[in-house]
């Protein structure tokens, strides 16, 4: 108990302590400063939930939108710069609750249950970028969704590499923003989490100033046989599944062409 009031008093002050970061300050090149916030760390501005509310959770080095009534992030966004660090320090020891949240869902709420606490933002990738302080902070539960081991442990990680170890380096920096799919009628934990049917993610890029977008929707039962390529999809499908609005702040000419690419092969 005591480490998650420190927790939460940490996260509090950090809120008020730290100084804002102006829009020339956002560490973006060759993009209008206008459409990378948070910080740096969304690109393309804060997403929209269409059917719903979800509260923004900003930490160090990524941001999550979080809804209490699913008791999962519904988003989650983070901006990975170039690095020649590819060793991330010990793994924090566990999971904890977030106290930002009403929701207050704990590592016990997946005891038994058949499900990976699945991270959204992957305590790898933030590790090897931003150090072990920020690297603790992805293992709040308010990353966390339900993720089968065969998915968790497997072609998503796989992703989750790509996007730590090898984009930034080959394209300078990229962003990311993913999160759960849930399809009707939501099944749920026994603790009430929400049980998401897959999972999705957004990878973006700039060549030359101008974005483009990697976007992969990989369900919970992901064959084993299969490669990352299977799962490419638009930006627009990931929308209609999501009921979520993606890149608010770009102008709408570039949006719906950010929306309707769709990659052939993984970059």
């Given amino acids: 108990m005591l480490l998650v009031l420190a927790l939460g008093a940490y996260l509090v002050w950090r809120h008020w302590a730290a100084a804002p970061q102006t829009a020339e300050e956002a560490p973006a090149t060759g993009v209008g400063a206008e459409v990378v916030v948070e910080h740096g760390q969304l690109y393309g501005g804060i997403p929209r939930l269409l059917d719903g509310t979800c509260e923004v959770l900003r930490n160090q080095a990524y941001v999550v939108g979080y809804s209490e009534e699913r008791r999962d992030p519904v988003w989650v966004g983070y901006h990975l710069p170039a690095t020649t660090n590819h060793v991330s320090p010990p793994r924090p020891r566990g999971f904890l609750p977030d106290p930002r949240t009403t929701a207050h869902v704990t590592t016990h709420d997946y005891s038994r249950a058949g499900y990976d606490r699945g991270h959204m933002c992957p305590n790898h990738a933030i590790a090897i970028h931003f150090g072990a302080a920020a690297q603790e902070e992805t293992f709040l539960m308010s990353n966390v969704v339900p993720q089968l081991h065969t998915l968790n442990a497997g072609l998503w990680e796989q992703l989750e590499q790509q ?51 990697l976007p992969v929707l990989m369900p919970q039962n992901v064959g084993h046989d299969r490669m990352i390529d299977h799962y490419l999809t638009s930006v627009k499908q990931i929308e209609a599944q999501t009921h979520l609005i993606f890149f608010t702040a770009l102008p709408e000419n570039q949006r719906r062409a950010l929306e309707q690419e769709q990659p052939a092969a993984p970059w």
């Fill in 163 to 213: 996007e730590s170890d090898v984009y930034p380096n080959r394209f300078g920096e990229v962003w990311v923003l993913d999160g759960p799919v849930f399809h009707d009628p939501v099944r749920q934990l026994d603790s009430g989490v929400a049980i998401p049917e897959a999972c999705y993610k957004i990878i973006v890029r700039l060549d030359r100033g101008r974005p483009h977008v």
